[in-house]
């Protein structure tokens, strides 16, 4: 991936609304490892990808079944 691109205000207001109402945040823990996760699901990758360039991650695509539309997450 290139380099980042620096998050702007506005592109913060943005993310946040966005993963307000498409994604949702996790803690999870293993062993003695503390994480969180942020996933956002979405049909078109366009979204994700903006995200994407100013934060970074992986963006997978995956098939819909019985006859839906394929996904993308991040």
């Known amino acids: 991936m290139d380099d980042l691109v620096e998050a702007t205000e506005s592109d913060l ?6 993963i307000d109402g ?3 945040v996790s803690i999870y ?3 003695n ?11 078109s990758d366009v979204p994700l990808r903006f995200i994407q360039r100013r934060f970074g991650g992986t ?6 079944r019985s006859g839906r539309r394929d996904i993308c997450r991040l």
Do not use: D
């Open 22 to 24: 498409e994604g949702h």
């Open 59 to 64: 963006i997978r695509t995956q098939s819909g």
């Open 33 to 43: 490892t503390t994480r969180m996760r942020v996933i956002v699901t979405q049909v």
């Open 13 to 18: 207001a943005y993310i946040a609304g966005f």
């Open 29 to 31: 823990t293993s062993g």
